[in-house]
């Protein structure tokens, strides 16, 4: 069973970096993954993609809402 830690919504947000390889999808979600793995036991209620165009092309980015938990036997 999960037990809330706090009953305030986290979030970040993240993308590629801008250049080269800005709008690759793939990367960008990859890059997520490892930052919600990397905040350890968390419970993810939503994610939001944004794109902001620039002279290099389309430049998404992933806004990600989470919570922190704490496992309970």
């Known amino acids: 069973m999960s037990e809330r830690i706090t009953y305030i919504m986290q979030h970040f947000s993240q993308s590629t970096p801008k250049g080269s390889g800005q709008g690759e999808a793939p990367a960008l979600l990859r890059r997520v993954a490892g930052s919600i793995k990397e905040r350890g ?33």
């Open 41 to 73: 036991n968390v419970e993810v209620h939503d994610v939001i993609m944004h794109n902001e165009t620039t002279e290099g092309g389309d430049w998404p980015r992933l806004t990600v809402y989470f919570d922190y938990v704490t496992d309970h036997a």
